[in-house]
Nanobody, 125 residues
Framework: QVQFVESGGGLVQPGGSLRVSCAAS????????MAWYRQAPGKQRERVAS??????????????RYADSVQGRFTISRDNAKKTVYLQMNSLKPEDTAVYYC????????????WGQGTQVTVSS
């Protein structure tokens, strides 16, 4: 079955960096676009970064897109051999505090199923 396991969250000071990971299983990873989402308390879940599928296990450089709020600070990447997607977060701000999730997409559609437990990122001094 489709499964996502997020990890790597934690407490970091403003201006700091963190990398979160998402291990995927149960589907043909190379054929799917992947995205990172976040949900802050009292707010709706939002997609913050996405990376396109490549269809080739040896090509990881799919086209990337970012929300305006994280553009220039966050970098999404994927490792098709490991079926893992990463989010490198730099210059973190308190407003980046949220639970971070990953999920998959196909074509122009994004899945709203099979959410993992997420990983908590807290930015605070």
């Amino acid at each position: 079955q489709v499964q996502f396991v997020e990890s790597g969250g934690g407490l970091v000071q403003p201006g700091g960096s963190l990398r979160v990971s998402c291990a995927a299983s149960g589907f043909i990873f190379i054929n799917y676009n992947m995205a990172w989402y976040r949900q802050a308390p009292g707010k709706q879940r939002e997609r913050v970064a996405s990376i396109a599928s490549t269809g080739n296990i040896n090509r990881n450089n799919g086209h990337t897109r970012y929300a305006d709020s994280v553009q220039g600070r966050f970098t999404i990447s994927r490792d098709n051999a490991k079926k893992t997607v990463y989010l490198q977060m730099n210059s973190l701000k308190p407003e980046d505090t949220a639970v971070y999730y990953c999920n998959r997409g196909y074509g122009s559609a994004w899945s709203d199923e099979h959410w993992g437990q997420g990983t908590q990122v807290t930015v605070s001094s």
